[in-house]
């Protein structure tokens, strides 16, 4: 299978069958590393760009073709017109696929002429608006952060992300330092080819993502528990700062991305698979962080099918077990204990809304307000919570959405 193949394979997973881009990657393993890597760009550019890719080839298209077909052609289209692909070629290996086909060969002319139409359009997606968010998730965040704040997010969500890198303490990273203490580099860069990877001196982690350790304030062998750790970006900050820290996730195979990344960066950790929901800890904790099962709707600039894949469905769902997660863990704590509860969400039913009903639930709980180095104020909540959106550096880049609030009791 061409990475190109693979590419239209994966849009029609995503868009046909409703399955996750990460989902699909172990049915990639006999493509090579630079074939695998190009087809999950072509896949995530494509999906980023489905809005104004249908906008273009509608005057061309009498009526939809089979979905196997329209992945092909926007996958071309998006070659050409956002890659800068060179037309000729990228028409040519998109009409052999479909020709490849015999089921579909026969709609192979067709799109052969459509797509050298859209080749002779001046900068199509000039005029066009960046794609928009669905409604279910578009509306409650209109609602939110106005209608600037959301065309803000989605300007930013139809980039490519950059790949953030945090660094031991005491370390360097690849790349461009950011105000917080992470190391930027551009989207697509093969970090395991770059210096101090084999050594474990950094690893991949967005810099939004990368301030919830530091908001913990961990000190070395405090007792720490992280709370659905996996794939343990969280973990290793806590370790290289010198806690004693048990990583807890209820996915195995995750965990075991976490395991390699211990055994790469010779840190350490107790790991346990187990549901923080029936799990008993056989004592208490100085300081816990729990990175909370959510709808993950601030990570859509570094995953572009969740969109396509999600309703909103589940969201009352999450947040039942978001609650139920953040009491447990809270009786988890020793007297004078902090907890750091966070979500990459950008609804606030999971993030300032749980903060509202826990502190309503426990008397006694209270925030202590962030202060970090490299933090906006403007993204602090009256009540001292962080507040990160994907739109924030949006010259640099952007960041993942997320929700973070520190507590003690």
């Known amino acids: 299978m061409s990475a190109r193949a693979a590419a239209a394979w994966m849009l029609d997973e995503v868009l046909g069958e409703g399955a996750l881009l990460s989902q699909l990657e172990p049915q990639l393993s006999e493509l090579s590393p630079s074939d695998r890597a190009r087809a999950q760009r072509l896949a995530a550019l494509a999906l980023r760009h489905i809005e104004q890719t249908d906008r273009i080839l509608k005057p061309f298209l009498r009526k939809a073709p089979p979905l196997p077909v329209l992945n092909v052609i926007r996958l071309a289209v998006v070659e050409m017109v956002v890659a800068g692909e060179a037309a000729h070629g990228v028409v040519n290996e998109a009409v052999g696929l479909i020709r490849s086909d015999r089921h579909l060969a026969a709609l192979s002319g067709m799109a052969n002429a459509v797509l050298r139409k859209v080749a002779a359009l001046d900068a199509p997606f000039a005029k066009l608006p960046p794609q928009r968010l669905p409604y279910w998730l578009r509306k409650p965040l209109v609602d939110t952060y106005g209608r600037d704040g959301v065309s803000a997010i989605e300007a930013v969500q139809a980039q490519p992300a950059p790949i953030d890198l945090t660094p031991r303490p005491g370390q360097t990273a690849p790349g461009k330092a950011l105000p917080t203490g992470s190391f930027r580099l551009p989207a697509g860069t093969q970090v395991s080819a770059l210096p101090g990877y084999a050594e474990g001196a950094w690893w991949v982690q967005d810099a939004a993502a990368a301030l919830a350790a530091p908001l913990l304030g961990v000190q070395p062998g405090e007792a720490v528990l992280d709370l659905c750790a996996a794939p343990g970006g969280k973990t290793l900050q806590l370790a290289a700062a010198g806690a004693q820290v048990t990583a807890l996730d209820l996915s195995g195979p995750r965990l075991e991305r976490l395991r390699e990344n211990l055994k790469r960066t010779g840190l350490s950790a107790q790991i346990i698979a187990a549901d923080a929901l029936h799990w008993q800890p056989e004592t208490r904790y ?48 020793k007297p004078g204990g902090r907890l750091v509860y966070c979500t990459c969400s950008l609804l606030p039913e999971e ?12 008397p006694g709980l209270r925030v202590e307000p962030a202060a970090l180095p490299g933090v906006d104020p403007a993204w602090l909540t009256p009540e001292g919570a962080l507040r990160l959106r994907p739109d924030y550096w949006a010259d640099k880049g952007g960041m993942d959405g997320f929700f973070m609030v520190r507590l003690t009791r």
């Open 286 to 333: 100085d300081a816990i962080l729990l990175d909370a099962p959510c709808s993950a709707t601030g990570t859509i600039r570094r995953h572009p099918d969740l969109p396509f894949v999600k309703d909103g469905s589940e969201l009352a769902e999450l947040v039942s077990l978001q609650a139920a997660l953040l009491d447990r863990a809270l009786g988890w704590l």
């Open 351 to 362: 993030g300032e809304g749980q903060l509202a009903a826990a502190l309503a639930r426990h």
